[in-house]
């Protein structure tokens, strides 16, 4: 089977390449990409005034299983990241029961590699049912198929325990990403603490309940020489921490979820649970950080942190109802609105933080649009204008407080090696 994108801009963030040429697939690689590409049979696509590039990589998602099929299934996840032009994504381990050893890894590798229509990798619990106390078998959890670790919903609260999972992860070369929480100082909060919550008479969230445990783990990283990754940043205070952490260690790195970019604190009217997700949505200058640390390449990974939630749950009180937000049908929107139409990033940089640095984190050999390397290929119209329907959404969730809002840029075809998974947002079921 081939395809060929006619005359497309291609942009190769690992390369840095950026210009109008023709791509060809073959099988389940690239074989060519070059001026005028002859490709005899096979399946033409257009590309004039399109983008091609490396297919989107989220490191950061909940896909929800097992035990919590109600809310997200690989099934209905990995369809909603194939319409936001994901090839591959990581699910992060905080399911029922947890992701913490290597046979439960081994079965959802599988279950993964059936029902999903995109790459699925598991991330392996750091502590056997994230109760923070015991260390997995981190060797046989990656022999079994986990490409990182992490106990995301929460912190490794015991630093003993954290430095001893952090040099076990070194050993195997894992990458250990970070949520950091310190719960004493959430104090039950459900926003950002400040002016507006306590207009709204909510508890707040300090950005010290971010910035503590950044720090430590920070410093931890620097004691055993373990990659640690920050999660979903959140404060001006963690954007700053990474940098300075960055000056003497190469193995930190950091995300940053694109509503953490879009939206502050101001939105929060106490009764739309949409706009509660962890950490809070936090001030005007802890954005305006976020998108500093994004250009100056601080933060190298632009992740959903996608959270599915049901109607039933989210429509509760906002100080009782879960925190999270979707994200893999908006992201790339988002992005392409927020920080490329507005000149914060260049396209290249922009893609480098959903393609080659994500593949990097994760250690796969994805994220670069070469010839010889597999064909998982985002095709986007950058100037498709359209409004966010959350009726449209293929995820089980509408948890988003970016519904009804006005974006230009979507993914048009969603390519997983060689395979057209998605074609103008219609899903191709024909290989599955
Ligand atoms: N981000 C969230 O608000 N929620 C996540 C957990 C997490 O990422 O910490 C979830 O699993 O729902
Ligand atoms: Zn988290
Ligand atoms: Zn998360």
Request: include cysteine; hydrophobic fraction near 35%; aromatic fraction near 4%.
């Amino acid at each position: 089977m081939k395809t060929i994108f006619k005359e497309v801009r291609v942009l190769d963030p690992e390369s840095g390449r950026d210009e109008v040429l023709d791509v060809l697939v073959e099988g389940e690689r690239i074989k060519e990409i070059g001026k005028s590409v002859e490709a005899g049979e096979g399946k033409i696509i257009e590309g004039k005034g399109k983008w091609l590039v490396p297919g989107l990589i989220d490191v950061h998602v909940h896909l929800r299983e097992p035990g919590f099929e109600y809310k997200e299934t690989f099934v209905t996840g990995s369809r909603s990241g194939a319409m936001g032009g994901f090839t591959t994504m990581a699910y992060m381990p905080n399911t029922n029961p947890v992701i913490d050893n290597p046979g439960i890894i081994r079965a959802l590798v599988e279950k993964g590699k059936g029902e999903g229509i995109i790459n699925l990798h598991p991330v392996g619990s750091m502590t056997l049912g994230q109760q923070g106390e015991t260390l997995g078998d981190y060797g046989e959890m990656k022999k079994a198929g986990a490409l990182a670790l992490s106990e995301d919903g929460k912190s490794v609260l015991d630093s003993y325990v954290m430095k001893q999972g952090l040099l076990k992860a070194q050993n195997e070369d894992l990458p250990v990403l970070v949520h950091c929480e310190d719960p004493s100082l959430v104090a039950g909060g459900a926003m950002n603490e400040g002016k507006k919550s306590r207009a709204l008479g909510i508890q707040g969230i300090p950005n010290s309940a971010e910035d503590v445990i950044t720090a430590r783990d920070l410093i931890l990283s620097g004691e055993t020489g373990a990659r640690v990754h920050l999660c979903h940043m959140s404060t001006k205070g963690s954007v700053e921490l990474l940098r300075e952490a960055k000056a003497k260690n190469s193995r930190v790195s950091g995300e940053v979820s694109p509503h953490h970019l879009t939206f502050t604190e101001e939105i929060i009217d106490g009764i739309d649970t949409n706009t509660k997700m962890n950490p809070p949505l936090r001030r005007e200058e802890d954005r305006r950080e976020l998108i500093q640390g994004l250009q100056e390449g601080v933060i190298d990974i632009i992740a959903t942190d996608h959270a599915p939630h049901s109607e039933e749950d989210k429509k509760q009180p906002y100080e009782k109802a879960p925190f999270g937000i979707v994200g893999l049908e908006t992201a790339l929107s988002i992005g392409l609105t927020e920080l490329v139409h507005t000149g914060i990033l260049s396209p290249v940089k922009f893609f480098e933080k959903l393609t080659i640095n994500p593949a990097k984190l994760l250690g796969i050999s994805r994220g670069k649009l070469q010839a010889g390397e597999i064909a998982d290929l985002t095709l986007i119209d950058p100037e498709a204008s359209y409004e966010i329907r959350v009726e449209n959404f293929q995820s089980k969730s509408q948890n988003t407080p970016f519904k009804g809002r006005k974006v230009k840029g979507r993914a048009v075809l969603t390519m997983v090696s060689g395979n057209i998974v998605m074609e103008n947002s219609r899903l191709k079921e024909a290989n599955k």
